[in-house]
């Protein structure tokens, strides 16, 4: 696949809120996952399938109710694709609120190899 059909594919699971199935089809095995420094998220980099696959679940379980998600057109450029996601969430024990970051993803041989996500975290207490 070309960088332009994986970030295509990508965002179609996301809409759907099919990121499993993303993961599964998309991801290489050596994939590297960042988050933000400081306190973007409880794991700042994963690496390999099963820690992403992991960060995933541990996210799931945080989340008591999604109640909506957005994600924007890929934007692509050589083996790179970038693209925003928006997320309205009410994490356990927290109040409802939105979320928005920019998303970026690099491509080898039709499998995305690293993510970068760029966020404002959440302030706490």
Not at 6 to 31: F, M, T, W
Not at 111 to 118: L, Q, S, Y
């Amino acid at each position: 696949m070309t960088t332009q059909e994986v970030a295509n594919k990508l965002v179609n699971y996301c809409r759907k809120g099919q990121y499993a199935e993303a993961v599964q089809e998309l991801y290489a095995p050596n994939i590297i996952s960042i988050e933000p420094d400081p306190d973007g998220a409880p794991v700042k980099i994963c690496e390999g399938l099963e820690a992403v696959i992991a960060k995933g679940q541990q996210f799931q379980d945080m989340t008591d109710e999604v109640h909506g998600s957005e994600i924007s057109d890929p934007i692509v450029a050589d083996n790179f694709f970038a693209c925003t996601m928006k997320m309205d969430v009410t994490f356990k024990g927290a109040p409802r609120t939105s979320m928005e970051e920019v998303c970026l993803y690099k491509v080898e041989e039709g499998k995305i190899v690293r993510e970068e996500f760029f966020f404002t975290p959440i302030q706490k207490g």
